[in-house]
């Protein structure tokens, strides 16, 4: 806002603003905000029969000198704690549990004791910044991270369980929870109900421990990516194992590889040159065996050695090389029609 709030507002039983100097004996709820500077923390609200006197009002203003000593050192000790938390991943992510461990003290050390879960999170509308991320967040942006993290927080100090939240730059949170506990739920649950209206997508790791708390970085982040692909708001790293890997090939950039790698044989096959698509995905399909192969293109096996021949001199490569054989079945399997000659 422009403006700081009112510093303090009366407001009588029918809703409206009332006059100081009017007298009213209406009921009335004085409203008093909390906070320093020009940012308003909280607000406190006193109900009275009559406008406050004298000693009354020197005990509002005492108290709300207190709330207002009390909300900032809140926000210092949580800024403090965040700071903590903050190296305590940093140690973790760098291959150091034992430090780690010894920093986090009883404010974080049980959570290390137990399999725990890293979930990473991010704005719908984030893009990856080109610049080092700035340390403090910004609020109109990380709204709906800070939603999230109060959500997560919340369903820990209910269960009594240990989590650590860190915001890491302008659009990412980090959450590393016990396995299995009211945080992951919380967690699932949120996505199913709030995330994708509140903008948020996260990716989820496997059960991990201290020493491989890297690897539970990777695993949340990749499943974030397949998140975003999916137009989904959650998705578990341990989803990513138990299905096929061919959804994850729906991505622009592998379709173009896979284009540019078959381009060349599908132009051979439009001027009618021979069948060196089909051929080659027969050859493949059948693990390269020439008379299974053959067979199912009902060709002799010399034609097919043929054709094999005349698709590794158009790509310059050899069909000898397992990794060109991967390269060129998952360049069919991701290619949905033939690619369009450049003629």
Known sequence: RERPAPASAVVGASGDALDEASGCAE??????????????????????????????RYAVHSAIALLTLTTERSRALQAAEQRLGSAVLRMLLSGQPD??????????????????????????????????????????????????????????????????AVPDGEERLMVLAVDGGAVVTACEGYARREA?????????????????????????????????????????????????????LADDAVRAFADGMLRALYEHDAKGRGDLVASLRAWLSRHGQWDAAAADLGVHRHTLRYRMRRVEEILGRSLDDPDVRMELWLALKTTASPVPSTE
């Open 196 to 248: 994708e209206e509140a903008g948020v997508v996260i990716g989820l790791s496997a059960p991990t421990g201290p020493i491989a708390a890297a690897g539970a970085y990777k695993q949340a982040e990749q499943a974030l990516s397949v998140a975003r692909r999916r137009g989904r708001a959650l998705v578990e790293h341990e989803e990513l194992a138990a299905g096929s890997i061919l959804p994850l």
């Open 27 to 56: 009921d009335r709820v004085e409203l008093q905000s909390l906070g320093t500077g020009r940012r308003v923390r909280g607000a406190l609200a006193v109900g009275t029969g009559a406008a406050l006197g004298t000693a009354e």
């Open 99 to 164: 430090h780690a461990r010894a920093v986090a003290g009883d404010l974080y050390g049980g959570l290390l004791d137990a399999p725990f879960r890293l979930l990473v999170a991010e704005s719908a509308e984030s893009v990856k910044p080109t610049k080092p991320a700035k340390p403090v967040p910004d609020p109109e942006t990380a709204l709906p991270l800070q939603l999230l993290a109060e959500a997560l927080e919340a369903a820990a100090a209910r269960a009594g369980e240990a989590v650590l």
